[in-house]
Nanobody
Framework: VQLVESGGGLVQAGGSLRLSCTAS????????VAWFRQAPGKEREGVACFNNMDESTYYLRSVKGRFTVSMDKAKNMAYLQMDNLQSEDTATYYC????????????????WGQGTQVTVSS
């Protein structure tokens, strides 16, 4: 059972990146998938969540309208499309499976990826 993130990198402010989360050992479509991020010196925070039950989505207020979370059950992958990136989006991004409680609570998730670094230069 594993999640692996990819797609991070260095981008200028206003640019875009698409993060991918590849699941192995289980069907990702049986779970909700969330993206969290952690910036240096800050606590990890929930960024977005895709609820597989009804395909509803949830977003951190500061990214709503700029980020889009999605899932491709056939590929067993989830994505986070990030547009109009800003310097405050710089962080390590993690995907996680679960969703048994509040979408933005770490305790709602039981499997985490290793993270991918996103750096936005201003």
């Amino acid at each position: 059972v594993q999640l692996v993130e990819s797609g991070g990198g260095l981008v200028q402010a206003g640019g875009s990146l698409r993060l991918s989360c590849t699941a192995s050992g289980f069907p990702l479509g049986d779970y909700a998938v969330a993206w969290f991020r952690q910036a240096p010196g800050k606590e990890r925070e929930g960024v977005a969540c895709f609820n597989n039950m009804d395909e509803s989505t949830y977003y951190l207020r500061s990214v709503k309208g700029r980020f889009t979370v999605s899932m491709d059950k056939a590929k067993n992958m989830a994505y986070l499309q990030m547009d109009n990136l800003q310097s405050e989006d710089t962080a390590t991004y993690y995907c996680a499976r679960g969703g048994w409680g509040s979408w933005n609570a770490e305790t709602s998730y039981d499997v985490w990826g290793q993270g991918t670094q996103v750096t936005v230069s201003s």
